[in-house]
């Protein structure tokens, strides 16, 4: 594996830093948004006339992280259900987390077997995004 594999099916880091790192069988995600790979384009975020955002659509966001992140863990060696512990940043946790959590809840039916997760609303993130997820995930 490449010290820094960013696969074209996920879009690459917004700074300098390494989407992913392994450390002995376990591998450690850097923080991964819904930007849509190539374009990088903002999945699901709404614009007034002016270029304004005014507003986004969680679910589509999402999905598309989760995509993202199962690209990066499948470059590195590694599956969707391998995942062991998720840190989920939103920014608007009173408007966002009933749906984002049903979307949880599509990817993860079965709670006994899904990563540990912990959810945290916050003021911003460094780019227009909605929702952002911190990852660990095991290497078979």
């Given at each position: 594996?490449?010290?820094n594999?960013?696969?074209p099916s996920a879009p690459?880091?917004?700074?300098?830093?390494?989407?992913?790192?392994?450390?002995g069988?376990?591998l450690?995600?850097?923080?991964?948004?819904?930007?849509?790979p190539?374009?990088?384009?903002?999945?699901g975020?709404?614009?007034?006339p002016?270029g304004?955002?005014v507003?986004?659509?969680i679910?589509a966001?999402t999905r598309q992280?989760?995509?993202?992140v199962r690209?990066v863990?499948e470059?590195?060696g590694?599956h969707?259900?391998?995942?062991v512990?998720?840190t989920?940043?939103l920014?608007?946790m009173a408007g966002?987390?009933?749906?984002?959590n049903a979307?949880?809840?599509?990817?993860?039916?079965d709670?006994?077997?899904a990563?540990?997760?912990t959810t945290?609303?916050?003021?911003?993130?460094?780019?227009?995004?909605a929702?952002e997820?911190?990852c660990?995930?095991?290497v078979r």
């Open positions: 594996m490449s010290p594999p960013v696969p690459a880091p917004v700074g300098n830093y390494p989407y992913v790192r392994r450390v069988d376990l450690f995600l850097s923080g991964i948004g819904p930007r849509t190539g374009s990088d384009a903002i999945v975020n709404v614009f007034n002016r304004t955002l507003g986004h659509d679910v966001q992280v989760f995509a993202n690209a863990l470059t590195a590694a969707w259900e391998d995942l512990d998720v989920v940043f920014t608007d966002d987390f009933k749906r984002y979307v949880w809840a599509e990817y993860f039916p709670p006994t077997i990563p540990c997760r945290l609303g916050i003021t911003a993130l460094p780019t227009p995004i929702i997820l911190k660990i995930a095991r």
